[in-house]
């Protein structure tokens, strides 16, 4: 009984249908995962140092977490292929209204710097993290630039340039 079981749940996975993930896939990671803890990792910078140890934890978890969603979304914008010019369109007016969300919260954490100064390690992790999310973030623009048209191309690396500068800017910050 136990290895008709194994072998019914094996050939149940095996048989598993495999969703394709396409460019509401993309608008969906931008719309409902990107956007989302932007915001949130933005009001948790803004609540800090007042918000303390927790704070910074939360601050931490939440930049961890965009590395992986950032990196899921790369997936996602590869496995969907090249986008039709109003599926590009879309995606890239979703990555545009968010811009204004990365570059806040990355000017917040910069002016921060010296109080992550208090926190033993405190810059380090950050740092550390910045250098990961910044990472991510460049492989999901490159792989957003490279499934757009052509016309749309410029846009998105404008996009992607921007976000870069304020990243470059809160990594200075703590390089120092």
Do not use: C
Request: proline share 4%; net charge negative.
């Amino acid at each position: 009984m136990v290895r008709f079981t194994k072998v019914l749940l094996l050939a149940a996975t095996a048989a598993a249908i495999i969703l394709p993930r396409d460019a509401t896939t993309v608008e969906n990671d931008i719309n409902q995962r990107i956007g989302p803890q932007w915001t949130t990792l933005r009001n948790n910078i803004n609540g800090y140092p007042a918000s303390g140890l927790q704070g910074a934890f939360n601050i931490h978890d939440y930049m961890q977490s965009l590395v992986a969603i950032a990196d899921d979304a790369t997936a996602d914008i590869k496995a969907a292929g090249s986008f039709s010019e109003a599926d590009g369109t879309t995606i890239l007016t979703d990555l545009e209204s968010l811009a204004p969300t990365f570059l806040g919260a990355l000017s917040a954490i910069g002016d921060q710097a010296p109080a992550w100064g208090d926190l033993q390690g405190g810059q380090a992790v950050i740092l550390s993290d910045l250098h990961s999310l910044n990472s991510s973030f460049i492989g999901f623009v490159n792989a957003l630039t490279a499934a757009s048209p052509a016309d749309l191309v410029p846009a998105a690396m404008s996009v992607g340039a921007q976000v870069a500068d304020g990243f470059n800017s809160a990594i200075a910050a703590y390089s120092g």
